[in-house]
């Protein structure tokens, strides 16, 4: 019974050596498989990788191939460049002559620029003497420009006609217009009302064509002796003799001048306050009225401010035979018919067709409408001047003029 039990024992043994074994050997076997799959798998992967490197390698020569084109395509234009440089280098070569050419004119030119006169009086001093227009460079212009200088005793031509019927006509146009244009003024206006009405053009008439001739022949002889010492070099600033040119302008033209220096013009308020600017000046106001009278206002100072400030005046000194109509206008800035620059609730450039340095509004407005706007008050008769020809000039300040006393002509 021991023995079959041991012998069974030993059995029973041998046998769970045995399935040990076997398993070992199955354990080996799965181990082998297993590594045979991971290697399985490690070679799809790298295909997969393959793959995607051959699709990008291909991509990569197309690009290859269109850089290839683009360098080539530069290369072609780098070339044309170069020719066309060369080109140029040779045309340059040949322009340099010339440049250097433009470079002495250049030089020339800003030479003679230097020595052109920077208004009439520099011409008066270097000995011209014919009134006519002259091309003058004010300091600080950008370019030259042409002025009519007046250079010995001198008046616009006009006809020696008697006025016409028309012309008193327009007279009394004039002065009922002036009287109105000034319907807002208040007491700083010079004149006052006296409502003598103009009852009859013939009075009017002879009363202005009798002092007017009176007053030319007395005054221009006083004028001439004060003059001899000191005649001409005045730059004209304005000039109406014919009525041809328009003087209801902007203000924009104001400022740059308009007309033509040989006839009717304005000369141009940023020359004109360039050439104030340079030296103190004075201005001579000549005017005929439309009976022939003869009147001169004159001004020992005469400035007009920058276009920052309007072109504003700065006048005084009075003397003539006018009457001063000029004055009420000191300090004030520059209107035109689209700028209101005036002291008044209406807009008196507008409503005068002019422009002037307007207060409420005027005692003179010399570009107003021709003939019947060109308006000057003269103080002694209490009474409108209507001018048909004008002129405005000015000349740096003769220093001698405070000591010489200008005659004032007798106003009655
Ligand atoms: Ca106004």
């Not at 046998?15 to 991971?38: F, K, M, W």
């Not at 070569?93 to 208004?119: R, Y």
């Not at 008044?344 to 019947?372: E, I, K, M, R, T």
């Not at 001018?387 to 405005?392: A, C, L």
Request: aromatic share 8%; with cysteine; hydrophobic share 35%.
């Amino acid at each position: 019974m021991d023995s079959l039990h041991i012998q069974l024992l030993y059995n029973a043994n041998r046998l769970s050596a045995v399935e040990a074994a076997l398993l070992n050997r199955t354990l080996s076997q799965c181990r082998r498989t297993t590594v045979e799959l991971q290697q399985a798998a490690t070679v799809l992967t790298l295909r997969e990788k393959q793959q995607g490197i051959r699709h990008d390698l291909m991509g990569l020569q197309e690009k290859v191939k269109r850089i290839d084109l683009s360098v080539y395509r530069v290369h072609n234009t780098m070339k044309a460049q170069e020719t066309a440089i060369n080109t140029l280098k040779s045309d340059v070569a040949g322009l340099k002559p010339t440049t250097s050419q433009l470079l002495h004119l250049q030089q020339e030119v800003d030479n003679l620029l230097h020595h052109v006169p920077k208004d009439c009086h520099g011409y008066y001093q270097r000995g011209f003497m014919k009134s006519d227009v002259y091309v003058i460079h004010p300091n600080l212009v950008t370019q030259s420009v042409r002025a009519f200088c007046v250079m010995e005793m001198w008046e616009p031509e006009v006809s020696n006609d008697p006025p016409s019927a028309l012309n008193i006509a327009r007279g009394d146009v004039t002065q009922r217009q002036g009287r109105s244009s000034n319907k807002d003024d208040d007491e700083r206006s010079n004149r006052d009302d006296n409502d003598d009405e103009d009852d009859e053009d013939g009075n009017n008439k002879e009363r202005g064509a009798g002092v007017g001739r009176g007053s030319r022949r007395d005054y221009a002889a006083e004028v001439f002796a004060y003059d001899q010492s000191y005649v001409g070099g005045w730059t004209v600033i304005q000039r109406r003799d014919a009525g041809r040119v328009n003087f209801t302008r902007s203000f924009a033209e104001y400022e740059r001048g308009f007309g033509d220096p040989a006839g009717e013009h304005w000369l141009g308020n940023e020359v004109i306050h360039l050439l104030t600017l340079q030296d103190d000046c004075e201005l001579r106001v000549l005017m005929r009225d439309v009976f022939s009278g003869v009147w001169e206002a004159r001004y020992s100072k005469f400035k007009v401010a920058s276009k920052a400030d309007n072109y504003r005046l700065h006048v005084g000194g009075y003397h003539g035979n006018a009457s001063d109509g000029l004055s009420y206008s000191d300090k004030m800035a520059f209107s035109a018919v689209d700028a209101d620059n005036d002291a008044s609730s209406s807009h008196c450039a507008l409503y005068n067709g002019g422009a002037w340095w307007y207060s409420h509004c005027h005692v003179s407005n010399l570009n107003g409408p021709f003939d019947v706007g060109m308006v000057w008050f003269n103080r002694a008769w209490q009474d409108w001047l209507q001018m048909k020809t004008t002129v405005m000039m000015i000349r740096p300040r003769h220093h001698s003029l405070d000591a010489f006393s200008v005659p004032e002509p007798a106003e009655t």
